[in-house]
């Protein structure tokens, strides 16, 4: 659950590196998306943690 969103952030500031992808690096469109994901992802995983602690206690 917390996993998850760690890798996709990860993912987007290498995605996002000048110095590791050179001019393959993400625009401000694939930023935009790629931020919505992440959003995306952290809300689900936030709304999991909460249902795993809920049912606990």
């Given at each position: ?53 809920a049912?606990?206690?």
């Amino acid at each position: 659950m917390i996993f998850v969103p760690v890798c996709a952030l990860v993912i987007l500031m290498l995605a996002n590196s000048r110095e590791v992808m050179g001019e393959h690096a993400n625009g401000w469109v694939q930023n935009a998306l790629g931020i919505a994901g992440l959003a995306a992802v952290s809300v689900l995983g936030a709304w999991q943690a909460w249902q795993l602690i809920a049912k606990f206690a």
